[in-house]
C-alpha cells in the first residue's frame, strides 16, 4: 500500500509516505506552526517517492490526545484527502503510537505529553498494553500511579522501571520525587509519523471494513475557547 502519515499532535511535527521502494520521513520542531509546513512537506515527499495523489491507498494521522489545534489541522486534511481521493482513513492515538516502539521495554512505558497548566496528557503501558485510562493531571497524581504500577518483586529479583517518553517526558521527570526506577528516555524530540505507517501496516487498520469519517480527534479536555465561553449571570 502506499500510505500518507501525518503527526500533528504535537510541536514536534512529521510526516512520511510509505511506497513498494520504500519510506520518506520529514520531520521538524515546529511549534505551532504546523499549517505553515504541511502541505510543502507532503508535496516534497510524495515527489520523492514518484506518486501523484490518486496513487495513496490510505491516509494516517494522530487521533488525540495533543494540540487542540495541530490536531484540528491534521485531521482536516487527512479526512479531506481521503474524501476527495475515495480511499481509506484512519487515527491512531497518539499515546498508543508514542508506546509502540517501546513495547518490548521490560517495565512500565509512559508516553508524556505537556498539556499545559501544570498537567500532563500521559498514560501507563506494559508489553505494549495500555494499563488504565489517559490521565489529564499533575506531576503528583502521575507518581502514584507509576508507583502503583511498578511490579513488587522480591529482595533477590531486579525492580521493574519506568520509562517516560514523549515530548513532555524530561519536563514531567524534572518534576517527579527523584527515583532510581523511573527514568526519562533519550531522543524525545522527534514526530511519530514513521510509527503511524508501522502500526497501520501492522495491525492492518485499513482492513476493518467501514471507515468513519465523521471522527475527530480526542482532545481529552476542553478547549480554552470552551472553558473561557461561560459568562456567570449576575443575580
Not at 482492513?207 to 472553558?227: H, M, N, Q, W
Request: net charge negative; glycine share 10%.
Amino acid at each position: 500500500m502506499n500510505l500518507l502519515a501525518i503527526d500533528t499532535a504535537t510541536e514536534q511535527f512529521s510526516a512520511a509516505v510509505a511506497a513498494d521502494r520504500g519510506m520518506w520521513f520529514f520531520g521538524a520542531d515546529a511549534g505551532p506552526y504546523h499549517s505553515e509546513i504541511l502541505m510543502d512537506s507532503i508535496d516534497i515527499l510524495m515527489q520523492k517517492a514518484a506518486l501523484r495523489p490518486e496513487d495513496l491507498s490510505g491516509v494516517v494521522c494522530m487521533g488525540g490526545p495533543g494540540s487542540f489545534t495541530g490536531l484540528r489541522i491534521g485531521f482536516s486534511l487527512a479526512k479531506g484527502l481521503a474524501l476527495s481521493l475515495g480511499i481509506p482513513f484512519a487515527a491512531i492515538p497518539s499515546l498508543d503510537c508514542m508506546a509502540w516502539p517501546f513495547s518490548s521495554w521490560p517495565g512500565i512505558v509512559i508516553p508524556v505529553i505537556d498539556a499545559k497548566r501544570k498537567a500532563f496528557f500521559c498514560a501507563l503501558y506494559r508489553n505494549g498494553k495500555q494499563l488504565g485510562p489517559v490521565m489529564d493531571t499533575g506531576s503528583a497524581e502521575i507518581a502514584c500511579a507509576i508507583t502503583a504500577a511498578l511490579s513488587p518483586l522480591a529482595d533477590n529479583e531486579t525492580p521493574e522501571q519506568a520509562l517516560l517518553i514523549g515530548p513532555g517526558a524530561q519536563m514531567l521527570y524534572e518534576q517527579l520525587p527523584g527515583s532510581a526506577l523511573i527514568r526519562p528516555g533519550k531522543g524525545l524530540r522527534r514526530g511519530n509519523a514513521e510509527t503511524l505507517l508501522e502500526i497501520a501496516r501492522e495491525t492492518r487498520v485499513f482492513d476493518k471494513g467501514t471507515v468513519d469519517y465523521f471522527s475527530g480527534p480526542e482532545y481529552i479536555r476542553k478547549s480554552d475557547a470552551e472553558l473561557n465561553s461561560f459568562v456567570p449571570v449576575k443575580s
